[in-house]
């Protein structure tokens, strides 16, 4: 289907599902338990998987398969939100403007920071990506205050012009009317809350079609030219290939990607601030890529998922809720285990990941993906007798 | 006229004349080896070819065309390949994809962006290179991982890779450097295979004379950067001006 074969189709089919399912499956736990902390289907955060997806599968088509490690995709995310903020304060809130101008815009500046930055490689790649990203962040900070609005950040205001604006439009973004802060459907079934919600979904579906592009290139004669730059830049030339063009295209793409991410970021809050440029923002991604399995189709969202997760529910467990878990043990004990924890929970989630980030590096370089393969190899035999020959194609 | 003309080439770095007037001619649909003691300029006769190294004088003519100046990749796609001293291959890719990758550059050129076609559709390619690993015999290994193999192995599948272009010109750098005896007589067979099965010229760098006296129907050889005699095999081994740059000039 689609140009796929079999197993990548029923791979697609089962990244649909769970796509589509998942303000189901991140809400576990009733409302009103202990666990319902642990919830993560609520509106806000299920965009953000959605979103930092989206990024962290573009990034991997350049990073996963060429090798070339970019410090600075943080700038093309801050161009994508400012295209669509753009967008409103001249047209209307319709995403429509904004979203295919944020692609187009971040593909134009990635086109050029990669045409001089790929002149390099290894580490002067990285670095010459950070200072390119790190000048977008001061030019947004500061210098081009009138086009980003400084450390305020761009946002729509009353006295906008927003020519488009019908009359019973929505003042908030919207696809044709779908309101994107607007939940359809809010069921309440046997004390589980369940959260429908028209942004999810409208980033779930570019976040799908994302995929599926993704898995096109990865399976494509492109895809292995790509790898192919990874792996021996020497050969590829004395093959009579020219690894740059490829590299730049590669670059392109994951740009595009990116702005289509800070877009969409837009289009579920009308905010663009020059701090989503950061290079924060943009070692995030890298920790994405490879806590989740570089090189891998579905290992950059899952990293990008946990990242997410943890940024959103292990930052909010705080002493409060960690005395109410241990109230069961003497008090004494009590404050010791709690005192023991806290450093990780709360404010300290940053811990809790590095943590487990370099057990990933240490034990799993393949990521999570790789544990994934290991647990499936555990139950079935016969994926271990294929262990020798298994082809290298890069797993899902 | 031959298929590859190198007319007074000169190579200087800093004080190092490492190619010295050097004119060369290779025939086409013949093995010519390149001999000389280490340092002769072998490997940078070599490198002026592929066009990693630019002479600071003279001429290096490819079936009328002058490479000085162009790209490897631009050379490969003139019609010449190269096998380099240590196997060069994409060790992350298996090795029905290190062949197919060459299939692509040959009918795609240096770039295309092929970004939505899809490597299984490509029948013609895939057979061509399946009937290249089998005249190499190593279809059996389609799958591996290539870094994993033997040298040996890397090395065939380098020549693999060379010859599924269909190249008019293959320049091997000391094929069989480091090869333990057997693996050698196999690098021997397998380029005379090749040599009985198409048209190709070759042009081989090599030290081990076994290797060059089984392969080659005309030698060169270069001594400090310039050639010091050409001529055929038999009259190579017996030539006193060779045993002089190979064993050092007779005293008294």
Redesign the interface.
Known sequence: ML???KRDTKFLWIVIFLTLATPVLLQPFPEGSALAQFNAGYPDLMQRFAIFGIFAIGFNILFGLTGYLSFGHAAFLGIGSYSVVWMYKLLDYNVIWGLPLAVIMSGIFALGIGYISLRRSGIYFSILTLAFAQMSFALAYSVLTPLTNGETGLQVYTSDKQILMGATEPNSPHFFGIVMRDNFWQPNIGGWQFTFNNGYYFCAIIAIIAFYISM??F???????L??V???Q?????????PR??TL?AFV?SGMYAGLAGGLLASMDPLAGAERMQWTASGEVVLMTILGGAGTLLGPVLGAGFIKYFENIFSKINDNVLHGWFSFLPDGLEDFVVAVIHPFVGKGWHLTLGLLFMAVVIFLPGGLVELGQRIGRLFSRKAAEDET?A???PAE | MGILEVKGVNKRFGGLQALGNVNLSIQENTVHAIIGPNGAGKSTLLNVLVGKLIPDTGSVMFDGQSVLGRKPHEINQMGISRVFQTPEIFGDLNVMENVLIPCFAKRDGSFRMHAFESVPNEKDLIEKAEQMLIDVKMIDKRKMHAASMSRGDKRRLEMAMCLVQEPRLLLLDEPTAGMARADTNNTIDLLKEIKAKRDITMAIIEHDMHVVFSLAERITVLAQGTPLVEDSPENIKGHPKVQEAYLGQAHG
Not at chain 1, 234 to 242: E, F, I, V, W
């Open positions: 140009g796929l074969d096109r290139i399976r494509s004669p492109f895809g292995m030219m790898r192919a990874k792996s021996n020497q050969r590829m030339s004395y093959t009579g290939l020219s063009p490829y295209a793409i020959t082809d290298v194609k």
